[in-house]
């Protein structure tokens, strides 16, 4: 099973700053099924991103995914008030999902 | 406006059972798979299972292996989930999220509770 990990566990920056959020696999993943989720407080998780640097509908053009391999990135250009939140990776591969163990977006 | 509504959550006493469901709206049920993921209080997400739309794939967390069953009715636009011998550490809110093209889950239900406890 691939492991996913993230880091840091918690980022703690201030409206208007940039975000960047890593994302480790403990074996290669095809980057087609790379997918990043962001989840608030009580609710359920949103699609971000899909193969990796796939904008899911809807989402804004500040958050971009990249990366490959072993080692993937989610950046938020410019933090507005509704993006401190949770964020996930997540990995298909070998009849198994996994998810990362998520990184908090707080507000400094 | 593609929608899935969890219901079926509960108190459950250990080694009891609980059968949750995901009704679904406003995409074509019977072509898509179906997940079912979880998430313990304050802790992160656990995919937990996976059926194709045929219903002639179906994949298990090794942690559910044996004790939990997925099903689904097309014809219902219903998919389930049979929990059986239930543990205090499957105590979390249990999501039923759409597949896509390579694995990325979306939508997601709102989420339905369930609490083993003595």
């Known amino acids: 099973e691939i492991v996913l990990t993230q880091s840091p566990g918690t980022l703690s920056l201030s409206p208007g700053e940039r975000a960047t959020l890593s994302c480790r696999a403990s074996q290669s993943v095809s980057s087609s099924y790379l997918a990043w989720y962001q989840q608030k407080p009580g609710q359920a998780p949103r699609l971000l991103i899909y193969g990796a640097s796939s904008r899911a509908t809807g989402i804004p053009d500040r958050f971009s995914g990249s990366g490959s391999g072993t080692d993937f990135t989610l950046t938020i250009s410019r933090l507005e008030p509704e993006d401190f939140a949770v964020y996930y990776c997540q990995q298909y591969g070998s009849s198994s999902w996994t998810f990362g163990q998520g990184t908090k977006v707080e507000i400094k | 406006e593609v929608q899935l509504v969890e219901s079926g959550g509960g108190l459950v006493q250990p080694g009891g059972s609980l059968r949750l469901s995901c009704a679904a709206s406003?995409?074509?049920?019977?072509?898509?798979?179906m997940n079912w993921v979880r998430q313990a209080p304050g802790k992160g997400l656990e995919w937990v299972s996976y059926?194709?739309?045929?219903?002639?794939?179906?994949y298990y967390a090794d942690s559910v292996k044996g004790r939990f069953t997925i099903s689904r009715d097309n014809a219902k636009n219903s998919l389930y989930l049979q929990m059986n011998s239930l543990r205090d550490e499957d105590t979390a809110v249990y999501y039923c999220a759409r597949s896509r093209w390579f694995g990325e889950l979306d939508p997601w239900g709102q989420g339905t509770l369930v609490t083993v406890s003595s």
């Open positions: 406003g995409f074509t049920f019977s072509s898509y798979s």
């Open positions: 059926i194709s739309s045929s219903s002639s794939t179906i």
